[in-house]
C-alpha cells in the first residue's frame, strides 16, 4: 500500500445538551431560526441557551406548564409577547399540527423570543453547490451499531479495510454527515491511515466498533461533522487531494463521541459521506488553524466575566517559511459554551491592515463556515492575533481549555488557496501551534505556545499586548511586500490587483485579459522585480527533496498531539 496525499478540511465543535426528543413535539421543532444576528437554528426551542439545558425561555415555560404536549390552547398562545401566536411562528397558524405530520408552513421565528432584526444573514456554503457529472461518493460508517450505556461521555472508535472508490487522484469537493441518532451525537470525524502511520490506538483493523480516548494523531482527518450545518461543501474551483493511485484498499477510522445527555441506553450507526471528482480542480484546498493550544496553563477564564479575552499569536516566525502567498477564502471559528466572539486580525510589517474572520454573536451549536469575498492574501512575514472573549456571568468557577463541552477552546480555521508550500515547515497547521519544545526550523526552536507548567505566557504573545507593534517585525526592506508576489499567468490570486499587468484575477488565477498578443508575451511584466523572483525561486528551492504525502503527515501528527481537543471536541 503506497502513501496518500491528502489534504484535510477540519471542523471542530460542540454539541448539545438538551433533549432532542421534544423537537419532535412542537411543528418544525428542528427547523426553528435563531433571531440573533448570526441566524440559524435555535436548537433548543425551549431554553435561553440556543444549545438547551438550563433556563428555559417563556415558551419553555408555557410546554413545560402544558405537559410538554403541543394543544390549541399553546398554539394559540403569545409566549413572547410579540403579537404573534406560537402556531404563526412555529409554521402551524390554524393550529391543525399533530406530531408526526407535516407542518402546514416552515418555522418563520422563535416563540419564546420576540422578534429582533439580524445583522448578519447566515450563510450554507452548499446553497449552489452542483455536483459534478463525474461525481464520486464514498460512505465512511460503523460496521454496525455502536452499545453505550446511560454514562453521558463516549468516545467510540472503529478501524475497517475498505475498497476504494477509484484507483486515481480524486479532489474532494463536499461531505456531509450519515446522521443516525441525533439526540446523542455529539461529533464526528473520519480519518484515512496511510501504511507506517498507524492510529493512536494501535491496530484495530477489523476488531468492529471500541473505546477509544479521541486523541488522534496517527492518522490523516478526511471528513467531520459536528451540531450544526450538516454539510461542508468547496466553492467551485478549490479541491482537497486524495490520491488512491495504484490502491485497492484503504484503512479509515471513524471516531464519533456522544453526548447521552438522554442517561438510558443507547446506539448509533452515524457516519460520513464524501463527494469526489476525477476532474480535478485548478486550486488545492487547505486548512491553517489559529488560535490557542486548549493545554496552555494561562487558558483559563475566571467566573462572572462578561467579556472576557484569551488573544494568542501566530507569529512572522512561522509565516515567514512560505514560499508565495496564500488566499483566505473562508473561516469557522470554534469555541464552546461561554464563547461570545472571536476575531482574527491580520498584520503586515508591524501594522494592522484587516481581519481574517469576526464574528461578534458565536453561538456553539450553530457553527457555520463563512465565506470572504474577495479573499484576502497572506504574505511571507504576515502575522494573525486571534482573539476569543467569553461569557461566564452566573457560574461560580473558572473555566479552562479542554476537550469536554463544559471546558472552552478558541479556535479559527481558515480555509485557504494554494496548498501551501514552506521552506522548513509543509503546511502552516503545526506552525501555529507549536508549544513547549516547538518545531525545528532554521536549526533552533521555535515556541509559539508557553510549555505545560509555565505560567508565563510565550514572548510573542506577552510582548504583543505589552506593545502590539513591537511583536511583529519589517516583513521587507522597504515595506514593498505587494511587489515582491505579484502573479503572474496560472498563479492564484482574490482581486485583479494581485496580477501583473494585462492579467485579471479569473476563478482563483491570473489570466490574460483578451488579445492573442497579450498570450504571446512570455516575459516577466515590467513591474516585476527580478530580486523577488531570484528570492521565490530559492524559497521554493528549500522545499524541494520532502516527500509531500509525508511532510503533511508529520505536520498533521505534530498538530493533532498538540491540540488534541480539535480531534476531541
Wanted: hydrophobic share 35%; with cysteine.
Amino acid at each position: 500500500m503506497k502513501l496518500m496525499k491528502i489534504t484535510i478540511s477540519l471542523l471542530c465543535a460542540a454539541g448539545a445538551s438538551a433533549f432532542p426528543q421534544y423537537a419532535a413535539k412542537i411543528p418544525n421543532g428542528y427547523g426553528v431560526p435563531n433571531p440573533g444576528p448570526q441566524g440559524g437554528i435555535w436548537a433548543g426551542v425551549g431554553h435561553v441557551r440556543t444549545a438547551g439545558g438550563g433556563d428555559r425561555n417563556s415558551f419553555g415555560l408555557d410546554f413545560a406548564a402544558n405537559g410538554f404536549e403541543w394543544t390549541t390552547a399553546l398554539c394559540e398562545a403569545d409566549s413572547d409577547g410579540d403579537g404573534r401566536s406560537n402556531g404563526e411562528e412555529l409554521g402551524d397558524p390554524n393550529c391543525e399540527w399533530s406530531e408526526g405530520e407535516e407542518p402546514a408552513g416552515p418555522a418563520l421565528s422563535h416563540p419564546g423570543i420576540a422578534d429582533e432584526a439580524k445583522e448578519v444573514a447566515t450563510i450554507n456554503e452548499c446553497d449552489n453547490y452542483v455536483a459534478p457529472d463525474d461525481e464520486i461518493t464514498m460512505d465512511i460508517s460503523f460496521s454496525v451499531p455502536t452499545e453505550m450505556d446511560e454514562t453521558q461521555t463516549h468516545y467510540i472508535c472503529e478501524q475497517k479495510l475498505v475498497d476504494v472508490p477509484a484507483k486515481e487522484l480524486l479532489h474532494k469537493v463536499k461531505h456531509g454527515v450519515l446522521l443516525d441518532n441525533a439526540n446523542v451525537l455529539h461529533h464526528m470525524f473520519v480519518y484515512i491511515c496511510p501504511e507506517g502511520y498507524n492510529s493512536i490506538d494501535g491496530d484495530k483493523v477489523g476488531q468492529g466498533p471500541y473505546d477509544c480516548s479521541g486523541n488522534e494523531s496517527g492518522c490523516i482527518q478526511v471528513g467531520g461533522w459536528a451540531v450544526g450545518p450538516h454539510e461542508s461543501c468547496n466553492p467551485p474551483n478549490v479541491g482537497n487531494e486524495l490520491d488512491f493511485s495504484g490502491l485497492d484498499q484503504i484503512v479509515v477510522k471513524i471516531q464519533a463521541h456522544y453526548d447521552n445527555a438522554m442517561g438510558t441506553p443507547q446506539q448509533d450507526q452515524s457516519g460520513i459521506r464524501l463527494h469526489m471528482t476525477p476532474t480535478l480542480r485548478p486550486l488545492i484546498g487547505e486548512n491553517l488553524a489559529t488560535g490557542m493550544v486548549q493545554v496552555d496553563i494561562d487558558f483559563l477564564i475566571p467566573p462572572q466575566q462578561t467579556n472576557y479575552p484569551l488573544t494568542s499569536i501566530c507569529p512572522t516566525a512561522i509565516t515567514e517559511h512560505l514560499n508565495g502567498p496564500v488566499y483566505v477564502y473562508a473561516f469557522t471559528p470554534h469555541m464552546h459554551l461561554y464563547g461570545k466572539a472571536l476575531v482574527t486580525e491580520h498584520y503586515r510589517c508591524g501594522k494592522k491592515i484587516g481581519e481574517l474572520g469576526r464574528i461578534n454573536r458565536y453561538e456553539f451549536d450553530n457553527q457555520q463556515t463563512y465565506s470572504l469575498n474577495p479573499p484576502l492574501k497572506i504574505l511571507p512575514g504576515d502575522s494573525f492575533v486571534t482573539t476569543c472573549e467569553y461569557d461566564t456571568t452566573g457560574i461560580d468557577f473558572d473555566v479552562v481549555g479542554g476537550p469536554e463541552t463544559s471546558d472552552e477552546m478558541c479556535l479559527n480555521f481558515l480555509s485557504i488557496y494554494p496548498k501551501p508550500g514552506t521552506a522548513k515547515v509543509p503546511t502552516l497547521l503545526a506552525g501555529c501551534f507549536s508549544f513547549e519544545n516547538g518545531i525545528k526550523m532554521d536549526g533552533r526552536e521555535v515556541s509559539v505556545r508557553v510549555a505545560i507548567g509555565d505560567r508565563n505566557r510565550d514572548m510573542v504573545t506577552r510582548d504583543f499586548i505589552s506593545d502590539p507593534k513591537a511583536s511583529f517585525g519589517s516583513c521587507c526592506a522597504a515595506n514593498n511586500c505587494e511587489e515582491l508576489y505579484i502573479a503572474e499567468v496560472n498563479e492564484a490570486c482574490g482581486v485583479d490587483a494581485d496580477c501583473a499587468n494585462s492579467l485579471v484575477c479569473a476563478g482563483g488565477l491570473c489570466d490574460y485579459t483578451g488579445t492573442p498578443e497579450d498570450q504571446d508575451q512570455s516575459s516577466p511584466d515590467e513591474t516585476s522585480d527580478a530580486a523577488a523572483d531570484s528570492l521565490v525561486q530559492s524559497l521554493a528551492g528549500e522545499a524541494s527533496g520532502a516527500a509531500a504525502i509525508g511532510n503533511a503527515v508529520v505536520s498533521l501528527i505534530v498538530l493533532a498531539s498538540l491540540i488534541g481537543g480539535c480531534f476531541t471536541v
